[in-house]
Nanobody, 115 residues
């Protein structure tokens, strides 16, 4: 079955950086686009970034453009999110996503940006 396992979340100061990773299994990873979403306390889950199956096309939410970079390694079934210039408003649980007949989600990894 499809499994997504996120890691890399932490407490970081404003202006800092983090790199999130998601290891996927149970499907042909190289055939599917992958996404990162986040959910802040009291807010709906929102899309952050998406990368097509070959990695040739990436798109970002306006709020993270120029600060976040999504990438993937199809040999390792891994999708990553490099987050720079983090701000308190980036605080959220970050989720990895794949749509394969339906949405699949990992359990998420907590990112807290605070001084």
């Amino acid at each position: 079955q499809v499994q997504l396992v996120e890691s890399g979340g932490a407490l970081v100061q404003p202006g800092g950086s983090l790199r999130l990773s998601c290891v996927a299994s149970g499907f042909d990873f190289s055939a599917y686009a992958m996404g990162w979403y986040r959910q802040a306390p009291g807010k709906v889950r929102e899309w952050v970034a998406r990368i097509h199956n070959t990695g040739g096309t990436v798109v970002y939410h306006d709020s993270v453009k120029g600060r976040f970079t999504i990438s993937r390694d199809n040999a390792k079934n891994t999708v990553s999110l490099q987050m720079n210039s983090l701000q308190p408003e980036d605080t959220a649980v970050y989720y990895c996503n794949v749509f394969k007949e339906r949405d699949y989600w990992g359990r998420g990894t907590q990112v807290t940006v605070s001084s």
